[in-house]
Nanobody
Framework: QVKLVESGGGSVQSGGSLRLSCAASSSTYRRYSMAWFRQAPGKEREGVAALDIDGSTTYADYVKERFVVSQDIAKTTLFLQMNGLKLEDTAIYYC??????????????????????WGQGTQVTVSS
């Protein structure tokens, strides 16, 4: 069982930056594939960025070159650095962890079906 708690959301103007954090109850480094998802009002949840057990990363096309996913090994924390924020990035952002010791390929990495554990989400609002 992994418990996840997100933080770092808030309001920012278009073009600004935010850094989201996801604190895990136990070390997830190289044990769980991790990912960030988001859900905007009236839309389905979508994958944003993923960090696999093998250290590889996967990004959705709509955040490539703007968002970076990383992990602080010592503090069991997953980060999402978001730069160049756009109005359409407004959403609740969720952290997720997959099944123990299961590596995900790039087709699975941003699919919510492959993740077992979820945080409560943190709101990101981008304004003009």
């Amino acid at each position: 069982q992994v418990k996840l708690v997100e933080s770092g959301g808030g309001s920012v103007q278009s073009g600004g930056s935010l850094r989201l954090s996801c604190a895990a109850s136990s070390s997830t480094y190289r044990r769980y594939s991790m990912a960030w998802f988001r859900q905007a009002p009236g839309k389905e949840r979508e994958g944003v960025a993923a960090l696999d057990i093998d250290g590889s990363t996967t990004y959705a096309d709509y955040v490539k070159e703007r968002f970076v996913v990383s992990q602080d090994i010592a503090k069991t924390t997953l980060f999402l650095q978001m730069n160049g924020l756009k109005l359409e990035d407004t959403a609740i952002y969720y952290c997720a962890a997959g099944r123990p010791n299961q590596s995900l390929n790039r087709f699975q990495a941003l699919d919510a079906e492959w993740y077992n554990y979820w945080g409560q989400g943190t709101q990101v609002t981008v304004s003009s």
